[in-house]
């Protein structure tokens, strides 16, 4: 069983930065890919990013490349988005997921294991 607790989020002003954080415990990390997903009020939980077990390999929703970095250090058991050039667009409540399958893929059901979630708001 794994718990994940994500942390970062706040209030930012258009065109600022957020880094987050997701730790992880009571699981194999590296056996695991890691997903970042988000949440509006109203709206359907959504895709933002994903990596690889080793980080090789990430994967981006279209209106966050080249402004979100998904990153992650095996050896602290932690996961990371760091959100540049943030838009009101942005404003959600951002969860990190872990998934054991055998593919990295971006459908929320391929999750076996969510955190509890941060805010992040962006004003404009």
């Known amino acids: 069983q794994v718990q994940l607790v994500e942390s970062g989020g706040g209030l930012v002003q258009a065109g600022g930065s957020l880094r987050l954080s997701c730790a992880a415990s009571g699981g194999t990390f590296s056996n695991y890919c890691m997903g970042w997903f988000r949440q509006a009020p109203g709206k359907e939980r959504e895709f933002v990013a994903r990596?690889?077990?080793?980080?090789?390999?990430?994967y981006y929703t279209d209106s966050v490349k080249g402004r979100f970095t998904i990153s992650r250090d095996n050896a602290k058991n932690t996961v990371y988005l760091q959100m540049n050039s943030l838009k009101p667009e942005d404003t959600a409540g951002y969860y990190c997921?872990?998934?054991?399958?055998?593919?990295?893929?971006?459908?929320?059901?391929?999750?076996?294991?969510w955190g509890q979630g941060t805010q992040v708001t962006v004003s404009s």
């Open positions: 997921a872990a998934s054991g399958k055998l593919f990295c893929r971006s459908d929320p059901r391929e999750y076996a294991y």
């Open positions: 990596i690889s077990r080793s980080g090789g390999s990430t």
